[in-house]
């Protein structure tokens, strides 16, 4: 039967995990291997248990045994850790999204210290630029690093999950559990771990054997919302049946989580928007209780009558869609609060923001068509039997059809919630056949850069009511970050050919928005195309890190007034800046510079 509203659903795919560690380098981790995640601590006494956060939405509970011989998916085990405590003040990242949220990132800055991690090692370098301390971190390959007071974190997603330590005037602490993370926040001094991992789940190395259902991805796994106190060392944890985040936003005590919709979550949606259309014979198959209860019979439908089914799937007008978890943090207390659906995916950070008491959501929303696809026999050879007394060739047998939802042509949209997932206002339909590549939002105006042959910049007004675009602006090339740096001017770095492209955005009328000023550099990347750490902006200067051919470094300084320039520091292989009393800080490569407000280099020091 069909469940009432509030029941069930939830959620997507994922893995193909981004990371960069110290020099950069993307690491990723497959899906089908992704192990489940979660940090664990303690201080003596019990375990944690997973699934106290959740009792006030009634969600459904799946037990994991189950769930690994259903979908034939397993995971990685774990292994134990315990705890530590700690003292005050923050060191931050470079550029973080909203001010007093640190995110994960191979550097930190405290104002006179910085925290690098590389090649294993955290190194605590003075203003002097002396290394007063090297801590080893847990992998050589990729490590974050996060600061406060006297006590530092390091942890490393392993080929084993993730390892954390802990270090602070009691020593290191470690900490050890499976699964990798995916993204990370700090709020005054605790530090909230959002981790993916497989099936097989434990916390404290005591297994996880049942799990509140948000979603139930391909291949399904499980989501880890973990905090430790690096004030006071405390832990907590809860386990979720999910699969792919793509996204983490937090300001304030509210941290949000967005995860776009498996093949599977779509086909249950649409088959509760066509089920009164379904003949009886497929209503009486499918359990519509949950997403996974309903995972558990559509496959014997899909086999049965596959093609008839699909035929009425496809009738639902489906749209890609994400789904997001609002959870409410007190410490280090993560409770779900809300759990809601966005038509569209969220494709980049700065896409999700609060505005006063509103959330807004920019997404980009394609058409989905229902396939059935067939994939080959694991063993494509025959196997041969004897049958009475003759031989005889025995076909393998097919593997069972799998569920695919192709996608049509995108468009994008701009929705804003309120904190409980009621939907407020909406804009929809905007530049159709284009996807969003940047997005910012600045006072009530977004911003939002879209892409297929030119660079529209779209000035979509929040301030009341219905969103309205204002004006938009085509220029060639595509920014993939926004940054304002002055009232009325916005900066965009991105592609121009197969260059960099620095374009300077006078915006002081949002209804007709104009490129004053561009730079470009041919032949070159940069790192801040995939992660807006690697930018900086400080009083009318602008640091861009910039990769040429030939394995080549150079930093550009971009002075930005009514026009700009730039000034290159050739050579300079950094991709992270920090501003402070007139004196720049460089880091990249194992290599920390310092130069004063004119870029004159101070000095340099190597990290090994």
């Not at 959740?54 to 979908?71: D, F």
């Not at 494709?347 to 980009?364: H, I, K, P, S, Y």
């Amino acid at each position: 039967m069909l469940p009432t509203e509030g029941e069930g659903s939830v959620y997507f795919k994922y893995i193909t995990f981004l990371t960069h560690g110290p020099e950069g380098a993307m690491w990723k981790l497959a899906a089908a291997v992704l192990a489940l995640a979660l940090l664990l601590a303690l201080a003596g006494g019990s375990p944690p248990q997973p699934t106290g956060a959740v009792e006030a939405l009634q969600l459904p509970v799946v037990n994991l045994s189950e769930l690994r011989m259903v979908t034939g998916w397993s995971a990685v085990p774990t292994a134990l850790f315990y705890y530590a405590a700690a003292d005050a003040a923050p060191a931050v990242a470079a550029n973080v999204q909203v001010a007093g949220v640190d995110e994960e990132d191979y550097v930190k800055f405290d104002g006179e210290r910085l925290y690098v991690a590389y090649r294993g090692y955290v190194y605590v370098v003075g203003p002097d630029l002396s290394v007063e301390k090297r801590l080893p971190c847990p992998s050589s390959l990729v490590c974050y690093v996060f600061a406060w007071g006297n006590s530092v974190l390091a942890y490393s997603p392993t080929e084993a999950g993730t390892v954390l330590y802990l270090y602070g005037p009691w020593g290191r602490a470690v900490y050890n559990y499976s699964g990798y993370p995916v993204s990370t926040r700090m709020r005054d001094g605790v530090v909230y771990i959002v981790a993916m991992g497989g099936v097989e789940a434990e916390i404290n190395g005591a297994a996880v054997k049942e799990a509140p259902l948000l979603s139930l991805g391909d291949p399904p796994a499980t989501l880890i919302v973990a905090a430790v106190d690096m004030r006071t060392g405390r832990f907590n944890a809860a386990a979720y049946v999910s699969s792919a985040v793509s996204h983490v936003y937090m300001r304030g005590n509210r941290l949000y989580i967005a995860a776009p919709l498996s093949p599977y979550d779509l086909a249950y949606e649409a088959t509760k928007a066509v089920w009164e259309r379904l003949p009886p014979e497929m209503r009486a198959v499918l359990d519509m209780e949950n997403v996974y209860t309903f995972y558990k019979t559509v496959r014997g439908l899909l086999e049965w009558r596959g093609g008839e089914y699909l035929s009425y799937l496809n009738k639902a007008n489906t749209t890609t869609a994400t789904k997001i978890y609002v959870f409410e943090t007190e410490g280090v207390e993560a409770r779900l609060k809300a759990v809601f659906i966005v038509p569209g995916r969220v494709l980049d950070q700065f896409a999700v923001e609060e505005l006063g008491d509103r959330l807004v959501v920019a997404t980009t929303a394609a058409p989905v068509k229902f396939e059935l696809l067939r994939p080959p026999p694991a063993d494509p050879f025959p196997s041969v039997i004897k049958r009475e007394g003759l031989p005889t060739q025995i076909p393998p047998p097919s593997p069972p059809p799998v569920l695919y939802a192709a996608e049509g042509e995108p468009t994008n949209a701009v929705y804003l919630y309120t904190p409980d997932g009621t939907l407020v206002v909406k804009a929809e339909g905007l530049a159709s056949g284009e996807r969003i590549y940047a997005a910012r939002l600045v006072g009530s105006t977004l911003y939002l850069v879209t892409f297929r042959q030119a660079d529209p910049l779209f000035a979509v007004d929040l301030s009341r009511g219905e969103p309205r675009v204002l004006g938009y602006l085509k220029t060639p090339g595509f920014s993939e970050y926004l940054h304002p740096v002055a009232p009325g001017k916005l900066l965009g770095v991105g592609v121009y050919g197969d260059g960099v492209k620095i374009a300077l955005f006078d915006v002081s009328n949002p209804a007709a928005p104009r490129e004053v000023s561009n730079i470009t550099v041919p032949h070159s990347y940069t790192p801040i195309i995939f992660d807006h750490h690697a930018f900086a902006y400080s009083q009318g200067v602008a640091v861009v890190p910039i990769r040429l051919q030939w394995r080549q470094c150079a930093v550009l300084a971009v002075e930005v007034g009514d026009g700009l320039t730039a000034r290159t520091l050739e050579g300079v292989c950094a991709d992270r800046a920090f501003f402070k009393d007139g004196r720049i800080h460089l880091v990249g490569r194992g290599r920390v510079w310092l130069y004063d407000a004119t870029f004159n280099k101070v000095g340099e020091v190597g990290l090994s």
